[in-house]
């Protein structure tokens, strides 16, 4: 065999490995539809969770409020030690659709919770949270359309030795104005991660936490309902004029 024969072989076997490599596993957690029985009641159905990090489930089986689903998150949590980083990541999805005469104005996502980082260390111990929010318009007769938005974090993520040792988080993103686009059926996807790194003699962690109540992803009418979400994906609805 010549040495250009060789070359080509060898670049074949690497393509090879490279295709016949395992895809990671996923673990998937499904969840019994909620359909609205009240009027003014919206109908969330095709709910699951997936990650391909963890075990599922991570937010853990919701509970129908009216139109809120209560998840609470205890397993959502990621933890470093001794220069070991771990990443949990977590994707809750499902389809929502509005009752007869009204639209999806906004939906929100926001939550909270907390880290703790420790030793003597340098920023490459940190804790980090971070995701996004994703919808696709399904409503009957329109050409579908997907919008996407990260999550903000306040404090500003990461949170890195050796000037900060941990305190209380929250992370949002919004979509807004969706009201003139009529969307009456989506698909929605909330991506969330948790991340940490560490150093010798360091630990890093960071988790959801209930301190002030549980995840909530809601459909609600009135504004002044968010003040009550600690986890919430929130769709404003008005009728139609």
Known sequence: ????????????????????????????????PFYGTEVGEVDFYDIDE???????????????I???????????????ADGNPDTTQGKLRMRISTYPGTFFEEIIVSEFGDYLLTGPGTDATQANVGGSLQIMD???????????????????????????SGGIFSASGRISDLLPYEWTDIYLIFTDTLQTTSEAGTVSFIQKNMIQGPVA??????PGCLSLLVLGLVALKRRRA
């Open 217 to 222: 992803l809601t459909i609600i009418p009135e």
């Open 66 to 80: 009216g139109n809120t689903l209560l998840f609470y998150p205890a397993a959502f949590v990621s933890e470093s």
């Open 50 to 64: 997936t990650s391909t990090t963890d075990e599922t489930p991570l937010f853990g089986q919701p509970v129908r």
């Open 138 to 164: 399904l409503t009957p007769g329109h050409f579908p359309d997907i919008i996407q938005v990260a999550l903000e974090s306040v404090p500003a993520a990461p949170y890195a030795l050796p000037g900060d």
């Open 1 to 32: 065999m010549s040495a250009k024969s060789g070359i080509a072989l060898a670049s074949c076997l690497s393509l090879l490995c490279f295709v016949t490599a395992p895809a990671a596993a996923v673990s998937t957690t499904n969840y019994d």
